[in-house]
């Protein structure tokens, strides 16, 4: 994650920057009722789903594909990955998130704001946590009375490529 004051820290390796100086600009979704944020430099665009396109063979977590005024974009539907419930009906907004040249959209249920959080806000995930079911939920983020987790994106992408989002 990038801080304003121009440092970068690894939160996805466990290195959550509890006591540097530097603030962070974040995304929260909120997603199965829960709270997660993600690097504001990773968000390219918030987008209302008009259609999904089904495509056979894909893992559950890989809902379809829709389009974005011409570009076919990934849906991943993170409730699956992260074990919560999916019955009701499917998120209808996405979040463009890019890293490098890949982008994919991640369906939440809403955006509720764009938060500068600090260092000392970010939390280090518990013990098992970060490599069991959640591998790029790389911290817990405090936001006042609320906590939620980091998504890390690079990593998000990684296992997209890789196929496992099952």
């Known amino acids: 994650m990038e801080y304003v004051d121009g440092s970068s ?6 290195n959550a920057p509890l006591q540097e100086e530097g603030s962070a600009r974040v995304c929260l979704v909120s997603l199965a009722g829960e709270l997660f944020a993600i690097d504001l430099h990773h968000v390219r665009e918030v987008f209302e ?5 089904r495509v056979p063979g894909m ?3 890989l809902v379809g594909v829709a389009n974005l005024r011409g570009v076919v974009l990934p849906l991943v539907d993170l409730r699956v990955v992260l074990g919560f419930s999916t019955n009701g009906p499917t998120p209808r907004t996405g979040v463009v998130v890019q890293h490098g040249t890949q982008q994919i959209a991640i369906l939440v249920d809403r955006v509720p704001e764009i938060q500068t959080v600090q260092k000392g806000q970010f939390l280090p995930v518990p013990k098992g946590h970060a490599q069991g079911s959640r591998p790029f939920v790389s911290a817990i983020l405090r936001v006042e009375d609320r906590l939620g987790g980091v998504v890390e994106v ?4 990684a296992y997209v490529n890789a196929g496992v989002l099952s």
């Open 9 to 14: 820290a690894s939160v996805a390796q466990g």
């Open 49 to 53: 789903i008009e259609s999904v396109t």
């Open 59 to 61: 893992p559950p977590a």
């Open 154 to 157: 690079p990593t998000l992408l």
